[in-house]
């Protein structure tokens, strides 16, 4: 793109002949130049093509009524019955709508989390301090979300929940059911998020932040720039490469919510709230045999989601950033 | 273009798809029956059984054949059987719940046999017209029914509580209400603190409006349908008849006034009936069998007098005095037969004629009760455990009760018909309680409320029911916690007609008129 007119160093790794004068002859001798990176090559594709794109074959039964014993092939195509279906039931609004919530939620407060907290751990100057605080918020990344779900539920339980008591105690009045409680299932699928993800996620940051050069700060400090001014004018700059990349990566995976954390807090009482595209294509697929029906809902989820990753990217680009392609 | 790169890449690909075919083979075995054996897929409540351990040959020698059961935890087991269903390896046999909508089209589609004809000529085959009839889609049996009581549903109450409380067990809704809130506010353990509610409800975890829970048996208690009814020519849902807002008005001022647990919403099966053996609520609405549980969990606890703690009443007569009750379905899931691999009809009747000698009299003991000799000996019409204290016995006993009762047909848990033997109870209120099940049960069988629809499968509930089931489901609980008015109720039933349950309705009515 013309816009795009940052140094590109990471083209020249390809070693692909940059510009049109790579002709024919020069193209075969880099395949012999090469012949054994692409041999290297070979089992990355052969993952890619029989776990990525082989199983795409399945996706045709969302424009087929998929009967079991008949199989993919002998099922009979209805089309696009399946996705009038979905847009035109009850489910879809609901849906878009909660998924989408998440995902702005996602942005504005599981994104920038590890980005803050690793700026902070960075101007942390006690070294034993800043590996510790570093370990121990690591640990939350490594439990499973059924764990983190019965945490949510000892700790906030109308019954027995810890916090919950505790928060009553407080304020007094009617006792909250905060696991049970539409307005309550964003905030507490936002804490969990956070507590899970932000230490781990601060670790890519946290390298972009070692990688900058310190004669920059040292420049700085004898121009007269404090603490503030040097935060501002280097640290940030620096590691904005690394939140526009996150950034784009982030973006494919929006509409992807973790299906766990929804299912194991859905209840009667928040389902308007906590039904999203995931826990929607398992109980419609898996818990009713509604194959095909989830097969369609998971696909327009994957298109969406690809255009978001392409809209992101070039956002990026209009704004002057690097894209991701 | 040069053709070298373009063979490279073909080359490439072939490669690729070479490693996809081999992949793909190195796990396909299960696909054909082993010649002398057959592949099972059955419930499993404990750890699986050891297909060399002594049951588990037992039931190969009785059978005749090598079986190779894939034990499926059943709390899985639905997401499993779709599972199973959608990939191209079937097991031999399959129990399966038969109205599970992949079954259906699946067996439609010819994957299973139809067996409407054929069990008749077996005769330890259970075949009791009615649940045959339940069991059936539209009227075709794709499996041999696993036979449960036709009425299972009962109250437990804390038998302690009542008695320092000097109440009686509950014959009508006031009565039940009376003693919840006696339970609540009377202090009936005793420790001169007001921690104790009286009806303990949980979150109810099948998506479907009619599933038999404790909120079913209350709209049927106050005449609304059990599921759907026939009135003055239509179809009635249970949702939409008069007496099921009395229903909700009842449940809802339990749930008002505190007289269930707080976390009624939220509350897991799995873990209801902690807070009765707790001392925490003391009245569950369920299947009767849950009463052993009950028994065995205030053993565990303390065993000096844990036979004092359960007591037991029927269904109950709404205010004016008239009495209607929940019966069930009088089956739980049905052995399905494979066409894909059992696919003559020789061999078909060689499979028929295992399962009806695992369904004899023999078969039913050896599936519900275990070795004769080893881990139980027979006093008069009941079984008694022997040398429970043996850990080889105790490996039967776990092999029997938690995994090969669900194979059976002909008798199952808590119903031993007249083919396998009751348990003897340890201690004789264990087995008051045993025998007030059985009197109960055929008093309330007298004012059952069937279900018309049972033997139906409308396809419109197939291809939306995902959809329509949750919407009524949902909303009752939300009217119930405060979150809706009775309009706003009203207004999900309609979207509920609107989105495809007013055709759900006609296809229904249409069947049964048929016939």
Request: hydrophobic share 45%; glycine share 8%.
């Amino acid at each position: 793109m013309a816009t795009d007119l940052a140094p590109e160093p990471a083209e020249v790794a390809t070693g692909e002949p940059a510009g049109p004068r790579g002709r024919l002859s020069s193209r075969l001798s880099m395949f012999g130049r090469h012949r054994w990176l692409l041999l290297m090559l070979l089992p990355g594709l052969a993952y890619f093509a029989v776990f990525r794109y082989w199983p795409m074959y399945g996706l045709s039964i969302a424009f087929k009524d998929f009967v079991p014993f008949l199989g993919v092939e002998g099922s009979e195509w209805v089309g696009l019955k399946h996705f009038e279906d979905l847009f035109t039931g009850p489910d879809f609004g609901r849906l878009m709508r909660n998924t989408m919530i998440i995902a702005l939620l996602t942005i504005l407060i599981a994104f920038p989390a590890p980005i803050i907290v690793a700026l902070l751990l960075n101007e942390l100057r006690v070294r034993w301090l800043k590996r510790a605080v570093q370990s121990l918020i690591y640990i939350p990344h490594f439990l499973a979300w059924t764990i983190v779900a019965s945490l949510t539920y000892l700790l906030f339980s109308v019954d027995y929940g810890v916090i919950a008591e505790w928060i009553h105690s407080i304020t007094g009045g009617q006792k909250i059911d905060y696991v049970a409680q539409e307005a309550w299932f964003r905030p507490i699928i936002m804490l969990q998020t956070v507590w899970k993800t932000t230490g781990w996620g601060t670790i890519i940051y946290l390298a972009a932040l070692a990688g900058v050069n310190p004669d920059l700060y040292e420049a700085a400090r004898m121009d007269g720039a404090g603490r503030w001014s040097q935060f501002w004018h280097i640290t940030l700059p620096a590691i904005r490469p690394t939140i526009v990349i996150m950034a784009i990566l982030t973006s494919g995976n929006l509409l992807d919510q973790s299906f766990e954390q929804f299912w194991l807090l859905r209840n009667s009482l928040n389902a308007d709230v906590a039904d999203v595209f995931d826990t929607f294509v398992y109980y419609v697929g898996i818990t009713q045999g509604g194959y095909s029906y989830a097969t369609a809902v998971g696909l327009f989820k994957g298109v969406a989601g690809l255009v978001l990753i392409f809209g992101c990217n070039w956002l990026a680009k209009r704004l002057g950033q690097r894209g991701l392609f | 273009m040069n053709t070298t790169p373009r063979r490279l890449l073909a080359g490439m690909f072939a490669l690729t798809t070479l490693f996809g075919v081999a992949a793909c083979g190195s796990g396909d075995e299960g696909g054909q029956a082993a010649p002398d054996g057959l592949n099972l897929m059955v419930k499993l409540f404990g750890t699986a059984p050891d297909p060399n351990g002594e049951m588990h040959k037992a039931v190969e020698k009785l059978a005749g054949k090598k079986l190779n059961i894939t034990w499926v935890p059943n709390a899985d087991y639905a997401s499993k059987t779709n599972v199973t269903l959608a990939s191209d390896k079937l097991p031999d046999l399959l129990v399966v719940n038969p109205k599970d909508a992949a079954f259906t089209k699946a067996a439609e589609a010819g994957a299973f046999w139809d067996l409407t004809d054929k069990i008749k000529k077996y005769p330890n085959l259970p075949q009791d017209p009615r649940i045959l009839a339940n069991a059936s889609t539209n009227g075709k049996s794709y499996g041999v029914y696993r036979i449960r009581p036709l009425l299972r549903s009962a109250i437990m109450l804390r038998k302690d509580w009542l008695e320092k409380l000097d109440l009686k067990e509950p014959e009508t809704t006031d009565d039940l209400y009376e003693i919840a809130k006696a339970f609540t506010e009377k202090d009936p353990d005793g420790n001169g603190k007001k921690d104790t509610y009286g009806l303990i409800l949980p979150k109810w975890p099948a998506p479907n409006f009619s599933a038999s829970s404790p909120y079913n048996a209350i709209d049927v208690w106050f005449g609304a349908p059990n599921g759907h009814a026939v009135r003055e020519g239509k179809l009635v849902p249970e949702f939409d008849a008069p007496e099921f807002w009395e229903a909700q008005k009842y449940i809802k001022k339990f749930i008002d006034e505190g007289l269930t647990n707080p976390d009624w919403a939220t509350l897991d099966t799995v873990k209801w009936l902690d807070p009765f053996v707790q001392g925490k609520g003391g009245i569950i609405i369920d299947v009767n069998v849950r009463a052993d549980e009950l028994f065995q969990l205030f053993k565990q606890a303390d065993a000096s007098d844990y036979q004092t703690k359960v007591a037991m009443a029927g269904n109950l007569k709404r205010p004016d005095g008239q009495k209607f009750s929940l019966p069930f379905t009088g089956y739980n899931d049905v052995v399905a037969i494979s066409k894909q691999t059992v696919r003559t009809e020789e061999q078909l009747d060689e499979v028929l004629a295992m399962l009806d000698r695992l369904a004899s009299k023999e078969g039913a003991t050896l599936l519900n009760n275990g070795i004769e000799g080893k881990n139980f000996k027979v006093d008069g019409e009941y079984a008694v455990k022997i040398n429970d204290q043996d850990p080889a016995v105790q490996t039967i006993n776990n092999d029997v009760e938690k995994a090969f009762i669900q194979l059976g047909t002909s008798a199952s848990v808590g119903f031993s018909s007249d083919k396998a033997y009751a348990w003897k109870r340890a201690t004789p209120e264990e087995q008051a309680i045993e025998e007030e099940k059985k009197t109960l049960s055929e008093l309330d069988l007298q004012t059952a409320q069937h279900d018309p629809t049972l033997p139906y499968i409308s396809k419109t509930a197939v291809d939306k029911g995902a959809t329509l089931n949750p919407i009524p489901t949902d909303a009752r609980i939300k009217f119930l916690a405060g979150e809706l008015t009775e309009e706003q109720f009203k207004a999900e039933i309609k979207r509920w007609y609107d989105s495809g349950g007013t055709q759900v309705m006609a296809e229904l009515l249409e069947l049964i008129n048929k016939g």
